[in-house]
């Protein structure tokens, strides 16, 4: 994940969510309690996508609020893990 050039647009939003269910399942998260954590991670992240565009004078925070989640997920390790299981072209 090239973070200098971050695009927020749904394909970010939707790695963003698995990287940090990836994330929650490191903490021992299995079962329906990781399912609840997704379903909570994801609405939660995309509520915050669409309110971007409804508050327009908060745009930078909220990119940079993404932009600091896939920092931090690129830092723990889930870059590797993508990397790994991605097709390459």
């Not at 490191?26 to 939660?44: D, E, K, P, Q, T």
């Not at 004078?57 to 940079?64: E, G, H, R, S």
Request: proline share 4%.
């Amino acid at each position: 994940m090239n973070l200098e050039n971050f695009i927020l647009n749904p394909t970010t939003l939707l790695i963003l969510i698995f990287g940090l269910v990836e994330y929650a399942k490191g903490y021992g998260l299995n079962g329906n309690r990781l399912r609840a954590a997704s379903m909570v991670i994801g609405f939660a992240l995309a509520a915050a996508f669409k309110l971007r565009d409804l508050i327009p004078l908060a745009l930078p925070y909220f990119d940079i609020a993404f932009f600091g989640l896939a920092a931090g997920l690129a830092a723990s390790g889930v870059y590797d893990f993508l990397n790994q299981r991605l097709i390459k072209p």
